[in-house]
């Protein structure tokens, strides 16, 4: 079984390439997922991609994908500033977890400049659009 790369996005993450387009670009979901999958595969990895507008959804799917996985992408959305058991699954976890959003949070609204992730997380790339999913593939690709 190859190693999996568990990708994990957070609410409203599903209405990518509709929602707010001037800040987080035209770029769908479903394109991001299949250029991320393209990429692990070329790689020899297995990817597990899961969007949920649900914090519970997405701590049940770390417990289970994320335990195994090498390597965790997750983009939380809104939990991002607020998620504290998506915070505390993410902790428990022994892989490499590399947190990542499509706008610079750091240049909009003060309470998008907290992270309850960061501190949990080893990496973070913010304001690159949907490519910095694929950087932060390329540096789990280059850890393994
Ligand atoms: C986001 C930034 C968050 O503040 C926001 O709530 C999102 C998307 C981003 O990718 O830029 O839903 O994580």
């Known amino acids: ?15 990518l390439g509709q ?8 770029t769908t979901l479903a394109a991001i997922d299949a250029a991320l999958t393209s990429r692990a595969e070329a790689a020899g990895l297995r990817l597990v991609s899961l969007q949920s507008n649900h914090e519970g959804v997405l701590v049940d799917f770390l417990q289970g994908e994320g335990w195994s996985a090498a390597g965790v992408i997750i983009n939380p959305g809104a939990l991002t500033h607020y ?11 022994r892989a490499p977890i590399i947190e990542v959003h499509l706008s ?41």
């Open 104 to 144: 610079n949070v750091y240049r909009r609204e003060p309470f998008r400049h907290t992270s309850v992730i960061a501190p949990v997380a080893t990496g973070q790339i913010t304001g690159l659009g949907w490519r910095g999913y694929l950087l932060a593939l390329e540096w789990l690709i280059a850890q393994l």
């Open 83 to 93: 998620g504290l058991s998506l915070r505390d699954a993410l902790a428990a976890l």
């Open 1 to 15: 079984m190859p190693a999996t790369i568990a990708v994990v996005h957070g609410p409203n993450l599903n209405m």
């Open 19 to 26: 929602r707010e387009p001037e800040i987080y670009g035209h």
